[in-house]
């Protein structure tokens, strides 16, 4: 009895395998990535279906909420985003020693020369960039406390 069950289920197994390969050839033209897929995943990014609606996000910021404050589409600004990324020299880290004046200091000079680089992808004023990005630095922070206070 214990034999057949066994080998009944072996059968089924097997049976479920070759239906399964059988299907794959029928179905290989939706398995074939499409070239705006296929970029996307090569270049780390998303397909614009993809992000429609939820707001662009790399590495913490989120193209769509400064889009909005810079009167912006999303697109443009992911876009003048991703210029500058893959334009820019990756800033030094501080010294293992420095002390927080000297990591503050290093961090608000990235932050600078990101919003002049930024604004000048955008062609407009690096004022309005700067201001932006820091309002939008404010509210991350201001949610960021205000889960803290909830747990």
Do not use: C, Y
């Not at 600004?77 to 501080?94: I, L």
């Not at 000048?120 to 820091?134: H, R």
């Amino acid at each position: 009895m214990k034999k057949k069950l066994i080998a009944g289920a072996a059968g089924v197994v097997l049976a479920s395998s070759v239906a399964l390969v059988a299907a794959l050839p029928a179905n290989a033209e939706t398995l074939t990535p499409t070239a705006e897929s296929s970029s996307a995943s090569e270049t780390g990014g998303t397909t614009s279906e993809h992000r429609a609606g939820h707001g662009h996000r790399s590495k913490g910021f989120d193209a769509e909420a400064l889009a909005t404050k810079l009167g912006l589409t999303e697109t443009v600004v992911a876009d003048a985003v991703s210029a500058v990324r893959e334009s820019a020299e990756p800033a030094p880290r501080p010294a293992s020693d420095a002390t927080e004046e000297e990591r503050t200091a290093a961090r608000d000079a990235h932050r600078s020369a990101f919003a002049t680089a930024l604004a000048t992808e955008l062609k407009i004023d690096e004022a309005t960039v700067t201001s932006a990005l820091t309002d939008l630095r404010a509210e991350k922070e201001a949610n960021r406390e205000e889960r803290q206070s909830r747990h």
